[in-house]
């Protein structure tokens, strides 16, 4: 009997050291909500981790840390579109759909599909979007590209004419 739960302890203990957590607290997002007038932004504070065998990412930032050309810009994009003070983060939870087609011990560049739940401004959103996951000797970097209605996230007399009504919105993260 000793021997076996000693047989269960080592399969559940190999099984847990089989994962891998990638981590970043530099990764990169970026939108881009330009009409008449380029409404863009960057943020290069993203933390983020993924987990290898499951495929289970989040992505967190501040809204506070996206960057803007026009410092005005910025001013208004905190204080009257995202209230960053009353909603300060932005997130993403979910879980890569075919992780099982990504070769984490061979370099390539992998498609993906990713499904999960973004919250900006208090608003929580089912979304799927599509990336890449790249291997490059043992380094794996995730990117994307998808759009979101802002009126899904972003009510009130402040969208106008000039904002694009939906954002597109670009992730980047290498992961350590």
Partial sequence: MKLFFASIFMLVSISIFAQKTYSTKTGQISFDASATVDIKA????????FIDNTGQMI????IKSFKFANGLM???FNE???????????D????ISNIASV????????????????????VAKKITAPGTITVSNGKVTIKTLFKIKLKDFITGSY???QIAEEAAITVNCEYQ
């Fill in 92 to 95: 993403f939870k979910g879980y």
């Fill in 80 to 90: 009257n579109y995202m209230e960053s003070t009353k909603f300060p983060k932005a």
């Fill in 59 to 62: 992505f967190s930032l501040l």
């Fill in 74 to 76: 910025e001013d208004h």
């Fill in 42 to 49: 960057v943020n290069n504070q993203v933390d983020s981790k």
């Fill in 103 to 122: 070769n984490f011990t061979k370099n390539g560049t992998y498609p993906v599909n990713a499904d999960g739940t973004l919250t900006i401004h208090g």
């Fill in 159 to 161: 969208i106008g004419s």
